[in-house]
């Protein structure tokens, strides 16, 4: 519950200072997919230039949060992800991702997303199946095995409909040059082949 109380705090205090923004990410599985554990939260925004990034992260250290990391989105020479401590967390480690630049669809992951109720009183607006389908492809690794797992979760309940957008919206990511140097769409057609076949499960994937 404290987890999203603040998801909700932040979202508001991100509008208050002049952007929209959405919740991804894990607690955006759980929202969309199935519970899990998760230590962080995540959020897509929407931001027009670098100089909009960078005074948002300004506006976030005034209001106390710890800028750790400046995540470059390295082909384009933008600023792809603020990472941040919330001051209020025991744990030093940054618990915070605001994606601006990350994976070149976060406007319109936040101008699609759709108010969800995680618990009583707290409606946030969290990222649609197809777009958070589309970002977890674009990120797993053999090292990020826990986007496999979720990528195969959000997978289970998704519509026909949900999986065409999903590949659309590779294609647009990587028409937009963010795709880290992988084949999205051969990347996206091995999960649902595995998905298909129930194999999905074991996460035995051959990539």
Do not use: W
Not at 35 to 50: I, Y
Not at 71 to 80: C, F, K, L, R, S
Not at 157 to 165: P, Q, Y
Request: proline share 2%; glycine share 6%.
């Amino acid at each position: 519950m404290k987890k999203l109380q603040r998801a909700a705090e932040l979202i508001d205090l991100i509008r208050r200072f002049g952007h929209e923004s959405a919740l991804v990410g894990g607690l955006a599985v759980s929202a969309r997919a199935r519970e899990r554990f998760t230590k962080d939260v995540d959020f897509a925004v929407a931001v027009s230039t670098d100089d909009e990034s960078e005074k948002l992260a300004l506006s976030m250290q005034r209001e106390g949060y710890q800028l750790t990391t400046v995540i470059e989105q390295e082909v384009h020479g933008i600023v792809g992800t603020l990472r941040f401590r919330d001051p209020r967390e025991r744990s030093e480690e940054p618990s915070i991702d605001l994606l601006c630049g990350s994976c070149g669809i976060e406007r319109e992951v936040v101008e699609e997303a759709t108010f969800v109720s995680m618990a009583q009183g707290i409606e946030i607006p969290v990222a649609r199946l197809p777009h958070l389908l589309a970002m977890k492809v674009l990120s797993e690794n053999d090292v990020r095995v826990q986007d496999r797992a979720d990528i195969q979760a959000l997978m289970h309940v998704a519509s026909d409909a949900e999986l065409d957008e999903a590949r659309q919206l590779l294609q647009l990511i990587t028409e937009r040059g963010f795709q880290r140097e992988k084949d999205l769409g051969q990347t996206f057609s091995k999960f649902a082949q595995a998905h298909r076949q129930g194999q999905g499960n074991d996460l035995d994937l051959d990539f």
